[in-house]
């Protein structure tokens, strides 16, 4: 979400004369989209502003804007820590971009714009072309989320959950197709919570989805991230009846201990979601799962962390992503009392190890097979292209020039536990999509 906010951040500025520089060292205005997932994440913003001082310690100082879930975060805090920020704007304020640096140049004051105006900001994007011309294209359709985990910060930092309307919705995704998307990925915190209600009519994500399966030129849709509680019948239906509706799905569980899952206000179980996961593969066998984990959530016991375990081996997640609890700041679960450290990383290690020898296993099945690749770019300066499996598996292989934005055949040659490499495998009688 953070690289589609940084397109239409662009898209705005851009209107008030700002142009993009691969020169670092040239910028007048310096931008910085921030995440606030992980702790880690948030001293990296520090860091950056660090380089930024850095490399303009000698030059005139540009503009310095920090932006996104640690902006909305921290507001002025973030000023009172590093006074070369001039700016600090929230994910919901985007809208008013354009005028605040405009203020801040005029006046030379510092400018905080947190307030969640996500309707308004919104309104004023839909009247900005997206001039995204990328082969894979991101497209926001919601955002915020009224889960309220104890461990997450969505709910502050991107506010409650908000639907876009279903015909923009259309519009933006045939604009990016006629720009030369072939690949739309729907996004938002909580995407399939999607709704939107028209009149009479309630619009969901399986509406979307089946609109969007109308679209010759559109060769592949994907959706993230989602959760459990929201996956519908009608969802679960699309697996069956859409074709470009990709059989890979990211479903985040978090952990495999119905205790864990309680403290954490998840509010589904381990059987709730295996039962979602029987009716995916029901509908398609086909279907692959990634998922999330947190790793010592305060509370956890070696039980709760063999259950997880189990879990693990249960559903042989093609890919996950697995970390340490990292307690977010105004969140229910940010004062508790945190597992000893050695005891983390050993857990951490542990469930890495069984999802990474699943992943690899995953990938070196797919060796000496042909697999369809929709071909993202040709890698700089080596004869050798990037794309992607249905399973958001990246491959490298060697293939010919004008390959951009077709699905072809790939013969899998060797992989690592990340990658897949192959050789392209075209003859007369082969069609690319």
Known sequence: MNEYDSNRIYESVSKIGYEKTEIFNEANCYILNTCHIRDKAKE????EIGRVKKNFKSKEKPVVIVAGCVAQAENNEMIKREPYIDIVIGPQSYHKINDTILNYI?????????DFDTELKFDYFDKIKNNTSKISSFLTIQEGCDKFCKFCVVPY???PEYSRSFHIIIKEAKQLIKNGSKEITLLGQNVNAYCYKEKNKIFRLSDLIMALENIIELKRIRYTTSHPLDMTDDLIKCYEKSKKLVPFIHLPIQSGSNRVLKLMNRKHTVEYYLSVYEKLKKANPKIEFSSDFIIAYPGETEKDFDDTMKLVKKINFINSYSFIFSPRPGTAASNLKLIDNNIALKRLKLIQDELFNHQNLKNKIMENTTVDVLVENKIRNQNKFFGRTKYMTPVIFN?????????????ITSSNQNNLFGEIKLNKNTKVA
């Open 106 to 114: 005029k006046k030379e004051k510092k400018q905080e714009q947190t």
């Open 399 to 411: 293939g010919e020039k004008d390959m951009e934005g077709k699905i072809v055949p790939v013969l």
């Open 44 to 47: 990296k913003v520090y860091h």
């Open 157 to 159: 930092t991107r506010g």
